[in-house]
């Protein structure tokens, strides 16, 4: 393993993390985040851009949050699900709001980021190593290794593992807010969703979406002019889970 002689730190960095997906590109034999099935790579690379509401740790040109190539500057925060690679191959559906503060919004900070979050643990998983650091060290000898060790070592199988995708909330904003609002909400699939404001009281106020809505990124306005000053609470079902958030109307 080495760097390429380049014009500095991000740019050898940068050169590298193109080594590493060519290698684990052909490790999986695929490269595709919009597949129904995602394979382990597909899922460590998907940015929210791609994948509305299932960002993970995105790719050399793509952080999670990224609109357009080099976007390591993005103040816009998103869903994702970076966090569940620290105990790599138990995938579960850990969540939080990253934006490009996350990497101190610069090209070296996030290639150290990235790079950090390689998986590199003991095993093999679905045939292939857990350390994926070894098939940059040395491909065919980390091939060799992972075919001499068998299909997966003290790990389930990735269908025995899921990870849930199915929508991700946003704070409204502005909040507090004076008589007008805004709720935006992504899903990640087809499928019904609800979303209904409540008081207190746990009473109902308003219903704003009871539709069956296509995968994408949804903004709905809600208007409290008949309400009185105090905390709301808004909820978004879609298939057997829901999210609640409060949220403050000040006159």
Not at 12 to 30: M, N, Q, Y
Not at 141 to 170: C, E, H, M, W
Not at 228 to 244: E, K, M, P, Q
Request: aromatic fraction near 16%.
């Amino acid at each position: 393993m080495g760097l390429n002689y380049e014009r500095g730190v991000a740019e050898a960095l940068h050169s590298f993390g193109h080594r590493t997906e060519s290698a684990l590109r052909h490790v999986f034999e695929r490269w595709d985040i919009h597949n129904t099935d995602p394979n382990d790579w597909e899922l460590f690379t998907a940015y929210d851009m791609e994948v509305p509401g299932g960002a993970h740790v995105g790719n050399i040109h793509f952080p999670p949050n990224g609109q357009q190539d080099y976007d390591y500057g993005n103040p816009n925060y998103v869903i994702t699900f970076a966090d569940n690679w620290k105990r790599y191959p138990y995938l579960l559906d850990e969540t939080r709001s990253v934006n490009c503060l996350e990497w101190n919004c610069n090209h070296p900070e996030y290639m150290r980021w990235w790079f950090r979050r390689l998986p590199r643990f003991a095993g093999v998983t679905d045939n292939i190593l857990s350390n994926w650091w070894y098939y940059m060290l040395d491909y065919e000898s980390a091939v060799d290794s992972a075919t001499a060790q068998g299909g997966y070592v003290g790990i389930p199988p990735r269908k025995n593992n899921p990870i849930t995708r199915q929508y991700f909330l946003d704070q409204n904003f502005p909040n507090p807010f004076n008589s007008s609002t805004v709720i935006r909400f992504t899903v990640s699939s087809t499928g019904f969703v609800r979303l209904k404001i409540f008081d207190l009281l746990g009473r109902e106020v308003a219903a704003l979406v009871d539709d069956k809505l296509r995968r994408g990124k949804y903004s709905v306005g809600f208007d409290a002019n008949e309400l009185s000053s105090g905390i709301y609470f808004y909820r978004l079902t879609a298939g057997n889970r829901a999210t609640v958030r409060k949220m403050l109307l000040v006159r």
